[in-house]
């Protein structure tokens, strides 16, 4: 039987408690949304004003030299790619999520219609994030050349749906909704057996979960830079793609960012020769300079630590939450088991949305996902054992007490 006292001792040893200081967190919350938005690393604040009043203020036009603005994207890859398994020179930070999911959708696509033009699915999952799903769709709506969508409802019906059609198997490696996490060797092996390329979207695994890109044998992936990254609000998205396929095809978005020379103002394009042709336009520098502050706040710590300590995270919420919240219908729907779990943790209930706003008006910030999933994440990095105690102890309170019935609780905003 675990105590309030445990949880304050489990966070007087941790060896990652210090941490948090890197982060600004107000006092008063608990805050449980990391895998929807990262906390504001404290180096933000000063980043951000370096590059309004210094590069953009004082150094105007010139800051693309001297502040190295054009090299952003290339060289906060190179500080990503170890905590996803790529290599040097191999991931650039741009654009969004989506857009790159267009990207190497469209380059895989031309890579298989030159090896096998009869494979014209796409295989993933129903309960994939709706963006990537969307994004196939418009392809597919695009190209008119009768590429479909094979929609798979259980992760355990996966291998059954790849087959000698298949061109493209795109997971989200951590499932958005369940925290299902894949495991991304055995599906990408299974998919080179069957002839498909592989692409990974890691919007809830980069920095939650170890990732080994390389060593996994995948051939695509992309993901977000603002939940566990801690990037900012709308910050730049990365693309990984293997240097083996990655000079074989340009990428649909031929912008000048990309060119062999971009300041060779040639009538002609031509990709550049690495990831640097998956670049399209002038990157938003503001947003794209806070990056490196989410990034760096990894240099104290490693992913295996990480991990350590997020799987003992969610392993006490689920405890907690099962232990005070006894006889509330509640429905966990995260795999118990560790190596199918990634850093958030979820619940079904019936009014799941109301729940969620009675715990955000008590300081609990978790969130709601259609259809009655109540999500709450844990960041390694900032999170303490004693909030998931306390979290636990408010959703016991909030469900006793019946407060969400009240109106406002009830009401639907504009983001859930
Ligand atoms: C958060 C998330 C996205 C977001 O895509 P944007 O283009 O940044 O809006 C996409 N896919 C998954 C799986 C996500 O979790």
Known sequence: ???????????????????????????????????????????????????????????????????????????????????????????????????????????????????????????????????????????????????????????????????????????????YKTGYLHDMAALTALAHECGALTIWDLCHSAGAVPVDLKAAGADYAIGCTYKYLNGGPGSPAFVWVSPALRELVWQPLSGWWGHARQFGMEPRYEPAPGIGR?????????????????????AKTDMAALRQKSLALTDLFIERVQARCAGH????????????????VSFEHPEGYAVIQALIDRGVIGDYREPRIMRFGFTPLYTRFVDVWDAAEVLGEVLDSGVWREERFMTRKQVT
């Open 1 to 175: 039987m675990t105590t309030r006292e445990d949880c304050l001792a489990l966070d007087a040893r941790d060896p990652l408690a210090a941490l948090r200081e890197g982060f600004a967190l107000p006092e008063e919350v608990i805050y449980l949304d990391g895998n929807s938005l990262g906390a504001r690393p404290v180096a933000a604040l000063e980043r951000a004003r370096q590059v309004l009043a210094q590069e953009w203020g004082e150094d105007l036009i010139g800051s693309w030299n001297s502040a190295g603005w054009r090299g952003l994207p290339e060289r906060l890859g190179n500080k990503l790619a170890p905590l996803i398994g790529a290599g040097e020179d191999e991931v650039v930070i741009t654009d969004t999520t989506s857009i790159n999911l267009f990207k190497v959708l469209v380059a895989a696509l031309r890579v298989q219609a030159g090896r096998d033009p009869s494979r014209k699915v796409i295989v993933t999952e129903t309960s994939n994030f709706p963006t990537d799903i969307y994004m196939v769709e418009g392809l597919a709506d695009m190209l008119q050349q009768g590429y479909s969508l094979r929609l798979v409802d259980r992760p355990e019906d996966l291998p059954a749906a790849i087959g000698n059609d298949t061109a493209v198997v795109m997971i989200t490696q951590v499932n």
């Open 278 to 298: 998956y670049l399209c336009g002038t990157q938003p520098v503001t947003s794209l300079a806070l990056v490196e502050c989410g990034l760096d706040s990894f």
């Open 329 to 344: 219908p509640l429905t966990l729907v995260t795999p118990l088991e560790h190596a199918r779990r990634g850093s958030h």
